[in-house]
Every structure is written in C-alpha cells, then in structure tokens.
C-alpha cells in the first residue's frame, strides 16, 4: 500500500474508472478532474465517490476544463500530486472530422495547457500521457514505438501532437513525461457510440427483441483489441519506473469489425447477417485499414501481458449487455423466424 497522490483528467471515462478503482486499491489518493456539464455523468465512478466532508475519503473530484490553463495550474497547486494521469480528450474519430477545431483544442492543446502547468508550478509529480495506436494510421503492421506516425483523422493528429509535446516538455524541461500509445481496449464501460459496444449492445438487445437492425460502416477495419482493466494496470506499472519512456501497449493480434461482430451475435445466438446493415453515414472520409501493436518492449521492461483477447472480450461484453437488458448470460436458443 503507499500513500501517493494521484490526479486524473477524464476519470469519468471508461479508463478513469477503472483506473481510479485500481489506484484506490493501491491505497492511493485520488482527484479527479470533471468538466461542469460532466457533473450529472458519474456512472461509472459513482460507486466510488464518497461524502467529501469525510476527512478519511480518498477520491474526489474537482471542476476543471483543458480549455482553461489557469484552473489547472490552481488544481495542481492544490492537489500537489505525485503522478498525473491524463486521459481526457475528444476520443470519438468519427466525430473528429465533424469538429476537428475543437478536437484539437481539448485533445491537442489541453495537452499542452496541462504540461505548461505542470511546468509552471515545478511539481515533481510523473505524467503519465494517453497516447493512441490511431497515431500510427496508415503505417504497415506491426506497429512499436520507432513505427513512424501517419494519422489519417483530426483526432489522431490531435494525439499525435500531444505524443510530441509529452517528449518535448520531458526532453526541453525534464519532466518526467510517458507516453502510453494504447491500442484498442475495451469493456462494458466503454461509451455507447464506440463500435464494440455498439455491436455487444445490439446483439443483447436483438436477442431480447428490444432492438431488430444494427447499422454499422466499415466492416473490414482491423484492429487490436483488448482489455480495459488489463490496460490501465500497464499506465500504472509506466509511471513506476524511475526512467521516463514510452511503451506501446497491446495484444498483438488482429480482429476485423466483421469477426467481432460474429462473436457477439454467435454467443446470443443469431445470425449476424439478418440483422446488420450497412450505412455509408458511418464510414469515415478516411479510415484506417489494420492495427497490430508489438508490445514486446512493455512485456520485458513493465513485466506486462494480455491475458483477454477479441473473442472472449466479446463475450464479456456481450454478457454485461444481457444482464442489462434483464436476460440471464448468454447463449441464447437460437432464432426463431
């Protein structure tokens, strides 16, 4: 157990939350920053906020904006922590091309008014930046840390910056800056208008007759997917090494939408293709046609592995959506006609 500080930026997000569940467990202090009309999204940490005029509560939570560098100078001021955590940003790439000057001032810039505050105040806090596989774009598979970076979205651009900047405030003002360029990783907490989810959600729905048709974009997009949990436990273990660096973190494998889309129809028990159409509203003005991450080097110096792959991630979603949708885990008898 330790009595470390923690400050997190996006901790109402799927990886904010099991992140401050793990920290928690670690005995660990914990803030995390939340946007005003973020106030009323707390689902996913709920279970974790105590009363704040409790003196023994370790995780609270203060309001604060990537827009705004001078409230993060005051946080940090007042926090004082000893690792930094940010994951907040913009992170839906579809909506990217439709805002892409806000992403990149939240995801782009918010990084820098961040690491411009962290300077300022001269914490000797470790920082610990939410980097992304997206930044690699049209770069052949496998991707590692020396792949070179092509992004094919605003929001991967944005990412981009913000992995330089992380570098360029570690090696111009010696910080103690790592960038973790995560692959996709995902879980029952993951957001609605995220694909996986998309896809567990309809299929629980589809074999609960609440829902008929799923529509979908690309099908043939690769990616490497993973396990949210298992993911923030690698940001944890980054931050505990004495050297700053960057690490890719990944399974090394590589599922389709298609594939993903049949495990999770097959563990209910339908076929996929009665169901699932296809809407050029969701292809993106340019997509990215396969990840797969080599993340040898976070296995032999952070000591991490996966342990869950696409297929039974799947089924872990799936069967969060049917305890949603008041049926028992799956299979389910198959359809009828």
């Known amino acids: 157990m330790t009595s470390k500080t923690a400050l997190i930026t996006g901790i109402t997000g799927q990886d904010g939350s099991y992140l401050a569940e793990l920290l928690l467990s670690k005995g660990y202090t914990v803030h995390g920053v939340i946007r005003r009309s973020s106030g009323s999204g707390l689902g996913r940490i709920a279970h974790l906020v105590g009363d704040e005029r409790d003196e023994e509560v370790r995780m609270r939570l203060h309001h604060g904006d990537l827009s705004d560098g001078a409230r993060l100078i005051a946080l940090l001021d007042r926090v004082v922590p000893s690792e930094i955590y940010h994951l907040a940003a913009q992170s839906d790439v579809h909506v990217s091309f439709e805002q892409p000057e806000y992403t990149g001032a939240i995801t782009a810039l918010g990084t820098t008014r961040l690491l411009e505050a962290l300077r300022i105040t001269g914490l000797p806090a470790r920082y610990y930046q939410a980097s992304s596989s997206e930044m690699f774009g049209a770069t052949p598979p496998p991707q590692a840390e020396g792949s070179p970076l092509q992004p094919r979205s605003p929001y991967a651009v944005a990412k981009a910056y913000s992995y330089w900047m ?30 996986t989810r998309k896809i567990a959600r309809a299929a629980a729905r589809i074999a609960c007759g609440q829902q008929r048709f799923l529509d979908l974009g690309n099908l043939e ?55 699932v159409r296809i809407d050029d509203r969701y292809v993106r003005p340019a997509d990215v046609a396969e990840l797969v991450g080599d993340a040898s080097k976070a296995q032999r110096v952070l000591g991490w592995k996966p342990e869950v792959f696409a297929p039974e991630l799947a089924r872990i979603m799936t069967d969060a959506e049917l305890e949603a949708a008041g049926r028992g885990k799956g299979p389910l008898p198959e359809e009828r006609e």
């Open 221 to 275: 997009a690769r990616r490497d997917w993973g396990y949210a949990p298992e993911y923030v436990e690698a940001m944890w273990r980054m931050l505990q090494r004495d050297r700053a660096d960057d690490y890719v973190v990944a399974t090394g494998t590589s599922y389709s939408v298609r594939d993903f889309v049949t495990f999770c129809f097959e563990h209910v028990g339908l076929d996929w293709e009665r169901h």
């Open 166 to 195: 992380a570098r360029n405030y570690r090696e111009s003002y010696a910080l103690h800056t790592v960038n973790g360029i995560m692959f996709n990783h995902e879980s029952p907490r993951r957001g609605e208008a995220f694909v």
